[in-house]
């Protein structure tokens, strides 16, 4: 096979940028660097010195997608670092707003970045116009679907994206629950509309199947994002405050992010909606096992674009734990649970729509910050994403340039990663020696 | 400039708003906001508004001829710095999109670190790619016509802001 360099300016249809640079050698990859382009801000740094009131606001700004889940990752840091126990109904509405952004942001990776794929489409735009279409229905579900996850944070919290009213220890504002007949109503709607896109992600034949090792968080008593034990596939389980313990930190002169490894195994890991799928289906929603069954037998999975399938089971896992909650919560009016400020070092770790996300609060006795310390899920996965890369190319060298290039993307895509939190153009730059 | 763009998508050849959307160093709140926006606004956009260049949303961008554009996020680098030079070039207008390119804010937050808050960390990154010294507005490096401000974006502002150059461009009367 000829000598050839292949360069793509932009991966595009992810949340931000990033970069690929693959250098082929008698026919093997030699080198493969996937490459977290986007200039850091050292948010964890900007907030040494400040009070912790103002923290977890300020770091909702390192994502525009995952705000929720940087402020709530915060606010449990620093809770937990002055010794504040939040009450059951803080809990429940963080639990429904953060339904709401999974919803949202699951059906705009989903919708909006893959469907055109599945669809052989550059983009939305190109989606049909024809309302028999299915590319067509498909995509004015994904507006439906969108919505009122929006609609469900900015009646819990105040917005989608940096949300007002969440605060250290509780709100600042509760919810009119006049909203919630409303939301339940459109929650039971969209439902069907929910089924039709797992369907069609099951049917998507794509497939990239390679052994890795699955992170996440688990709660024994239900499908849970903010609350439980880290546990691997080996179902080692990692209290949150020793899980940064476990990881082995990778500099990757490459990239403006780093890496990760899992120092149990040694190995690269996975963290997102395929390790939960893989680890937690048993808790699932009984509505959710029972409508998407012929889905959920797909898991357990090693094939990568079942990150995708699995994103599309949390959708209607959020839309049944929402109808609960809204038709359960009975609201009194509390006030922000408030502590005496101490000295103290906290963790919130939650799993991000992306997967785990960590946050370290270290605070003075004066309520001050000390230290701070985040490592994102995209950061967790960059090691993953590189070694799935290499074996797809390496697999598929007799490709066309375009099909290696289209297949690099998808799967990229399918890790649904977060450049704003870790990455923001990818150029791919394929030397063939 | 750009060489020709390449038609994006298919729908009737009534003239459009060609724009683009770009996003440089922020958490791309506005970006996020405005596909939520498409959740109302996509049927009528497509036959107003043609998007030229915008990586969230496609692979096939071109720079050539457009209207207006949008531009997310502060500029942290002569990199940076040297792309939003050629999208002015190629670009009638450009619009200021969010806090961290009308203010800077957040992003321009390592410009207020004493030395002391450099640790090794930080240093390895800022001398091992090619970070400016200061992150800079964007108005700092180019010239902009007009600011939609807010974190994310106000939408009011937006929206106005758009239907503006959709009249300017006589792509709808004025109401």
Same mark, same amino acid.
């Given at each position: 096979m000829p000598d050839r360099n292949i360069v793509i300016d932009t991966i595009a249809k992810i949340e931000g940028n990033s970069a690929l640079k693959v250098v082929i050698e008698d026919d093997v990859v030699r080198d493969l660097q996937f490459i977290v382009s986007d200039y850091r801000r050292f948010f964890a740094t900007a907030?040494?010195?400040?009070?912790?009131?103002?923290v977890p606001s300020f770091l $909702?700004?390192?994502?525009?997608?995952?705000s929720v889940a940087h402020l709530f990752a915060s606010l449990m840091a620093v809770e937990s670092a002055q010794g504040i126990t939040v009450t059951e109904q803080t809990k429940a509405l963080r639990r429904l707003a953060y339904d709401g952004l999974m919803i949202r942001d699951h059906a705009l990776h989903l919708y909006f970045f893959v469907l055109p794929d599945i669809l052989g489409? &550059? $983009?939305? #735009? &190109?989606? $049909? &116009? &024809? *309302?028999?279409?299915l590319g067509h229905t498909l995509l004015h579900d994904s507006f439906d679907i969108k919505r009122i996850g929006t609609d469900i944070t900015n009646a819990v919290i105040?917005?989608?994206? /940096? +949300? *007002?009213? *969440?605060? @250290?220890?509780?709100? #600042?504002r509760s919810p009119d629950p006049a909203t919630f007949p409303d939301l339940v109503a459109r929650l039971e709607a969209v439902r069907q509309k929910v089924l039709r896109g797992i369907d069609t992600f099951l049917g998507w034949g794509a497939s990239l199947v390679r052994n890795t090792d699955y992170l996440g968080l688990r709660n024994d008593r239900r499908f849970d994002f903010l609350e439980g034990d880290v546990v691997n596939s080996n179902r080692r389980r990692i209290p949150q405050s020793e899980f940064k313990n476990y990881l082995q930190y990778v500099q990757i002169p490459h990239s403006h992010a780093e890496g990760y490894r899992f120092s149990d195994t040694e190995e690269d890991y996975l963290v997102g909606a395929l390790a939960r799928m893989n680890l !937690?289906?048993?808790?699932?929603h009984p509505r959710t096992k029972d409508d998407a069954a012929s889905s959920l037998s +797909?898991? *357990? $999975? !090693? !094939? @990568?674009? /079942?990150n995708n399938l699995a994103q599309a089971i949390e959708i209607l896992q959020c839309v049944d734990d929402a109808i609960d909650i809204l038709r359960t919560l009975e609201l009194a009016d509390e006030k922000p649970v408030q502590a005496q400020a101490q000295a103290g070092t906290g963790v919130g770790l939650i799993e991000a729509p992306r997967g785990l996300l960590y946050h370290m609060a270290k605070i003075d006795e004066d309520g001050v910050i000390d230290a701070y310390d985040v490592i994102v899920p995209t950061a967790q996965n960059q090691i993953n994403i590189e070694n799935d890369l290499k074996d797809d190319f390496n697999e598929n060298l007799d490709e066309d340039e375009e099909t290696l290039r289209a297949d690099a993307e998808s799967i990229v895509r399918a890790y649904d990663p977060c450049m704003s939190c870790a990455t923001n153009f990818l150029k791919i730059d394929l030397i063939r020696k | 400039m750009e060489r020709s763009p390449q038609q994006t998508s298919?729908?009737?050849?009534?003239k459009r708003l060609v724009v683009g959307w770009f996003s440089f160093t922020c958490c791309e709140d506005s970006t996020i906001l405005l596909t939520e926006l498409l959740n109302d606004h996509f049927d009528q956009w497509k036959r107003l508004v043609?998007?030229?260049?915008m990586t969230t949303l496609k692979a096939n961008n071109s720079l050539c001829g457009l209207d207006v554009a949008f531009i997310e996020g502060a500029i942290s680098s002569e990199s940076q710095a040297e792309e939003v030079r050629r999208i002015r070039d190629n670009a009638q207008y450009v619009v200021a999109i969010g806090a961290c390119a009308c203010t800077g804010k957040p992003s321009t937050s390592?410009?207020?670190?004493?030395?002391?808050?450099?640790?090794e960390r930080i240093r390895w990154y800022l001398s091992h790619f090619d970070y400016g010294k200061e992150v800079k507005t964007l108005d700092e490096v180019i010239r902009v016509d007009d600011m939609v401000r807010?974190?994310?974006?106000?939408v009011p502002s937006f929206l106005q802001t758009l239907n503006k150059y959709l009249e300017h461009f006589g792509i709808v009367e004025h109401a």
């Open positions: 907030v040494r010195g400040r009070r912790v009131v103002a $909702s700004r390192i994502c525009g997608t995952c489409v &550059d $983009s939305i #735009l &190109d989606v $049909s &116009d &024809d *309302p028999e279409d105040g917005a989608a994206i /940096h +949300a *007002p009213w *969440p605060t @250290v220890g509780g709100f #600042l !937690n289906r048993d808790l699932l +797909a898991f *357990p $999975s !090693n !094939n @990568v674009y /079942h | 298919g729908t009737d050849q009534r043609e998007f030229r260049h390592r410009n207020q670190f004493a030395s002391a808050q450099i640790n807010g974190c994310p974006m106000k």
